[in-house]
Nanobody
Framework: QVQLVQSGGGLVQPGGSLRLSCSASGSTFSIYHMAWYRQAPGKQRELVAIISITNRRSTNYTDSVNGRFTISRDNAKNTVYLQMNSLKPEDTAVYYC???????????WGQGTQVTVSS
């Protein structure tokens, strides 16, 4: 089992920045990659960014955040971050981190963090 605890988020003005953190505990050796998702009111949950836990550190982003958001990881702390810059009102959503395990079909979710971008 893997437990994910999120921190960060809150209210920020358009153009501002926030950083989300997701700390993993438990069987962290079984994690294959980690990702950030978000869900806005009335919309489906969407993938925002993903990062490999292997040494390749490969990352991928959805088009709407590419160039503004950066996903990174600190393996020593078992923590993944999402640095969000140049925030827009349309970035407002509940953000979730997700860990995917080496065993197919194994997924773990964080508790969710509200991000609100408004003046």
């Amino acid at each position: 089992q893997v437990q994910l605890v999120q921190s960060g988020g809150g209210l920020v003005q358009p153009g501002g920045s926030l950083r989300l953190s997701c700390s993993a505990s438990g069987s962290t050796f079984s994690i294959y990659h980690m990702a950030w998702y978000r869900q806005a009111p009335g919309k489906q949950r969407e993938l925002v960014a993903i990062i490999s836990i292997t040494n390749r550190r490969s990352t991928n982003y959805t088009d709407s955040v590419n160039g503004r958001f950066t996903i990174s990881r600190d393996n020593a702390k078992n923590t993944v971050y999402l640095q969000m810059n140049s925030l827009k009102p349309e970035d407002t959503a509940v953000y979730y981190c997700k860990a995917t395990g080496l065993v197919p079909g194994t997924h773990y979710w964080g508790q969710g963090t509200q991000v609100t971008v408004s003046s």
